[in-house]
């Protein structure tokens, strides 16, 4: 799939430097995946939750939350963002 941009991921590891390299092993897994269905991306994201039409995936042992958007049949990722735990709990994000 193609991540059409990797600056939240960035950007959020310059704040939370400890979320670096599992915000980039996900972006590594989601870029060499061609997912079809949530069926075949739960397949290789097993924490991944779809809530309304974003998916919701665990980060760094459940410490942070991606929010993404994503396109199957154009095989196109979109981070709408990137929370901590807490911050996802609020739901400011919905």
Same mark, same amino acid.
């Given at each position: 799939?193609?991540?059409? /941009?990797?600056?939240? %991921?960035? #950007? ?5 430097? &400890?979320? &670096? #390299?599992? %915000?980039? +092993? *996900? !972006?590594?897994?989601? #870029? !060499? $995946? /061609?997912?079809?269905?949530?069926? #075949?991306? !739960?397949?290789?994201?097993? /924490?991944? &939750?779809?809530?309304?039409? !974003?998916?919701?995936?665990?980060? $760094?042992?459940?410490?942070?939350? %991606?929010?993404? /958007? ?7 990722? *979109?981070?709408?963002?990137? %929370?901590?735990? +807490?911050?996802? &709990?609020?739901?400011? *994000?919905?």
């Amino acid at each position: 799939m193609k991540l059409i /941009s990797n600056k939240a %991921l960035r #950007e959020f590891a310059g704040i939370h430097p &400890d979320a &670096d #390299e599992p %915000l980039q +092993a *996900w !972006r590594r897994l989601v #870029e !060499r $995946g /061609s997912f079809q269905t949530f069926a #075949e991306l !739960r397949a290789t994201f097993a /924490s991944v &939750d779809k809530v309304g039409d !974003r998916y919701v995936f665990n980060i $760094g042992g459940n410490k942070y939350r %991606l929010i993404a /958007s994503m396109a199957f049949s154009a095989q196109m990722v *979109w981070v709408k963002a990137v %929370l901590t735990h +807490a911050d996802y &709990d609020k739901g400011a *994000w919905k």
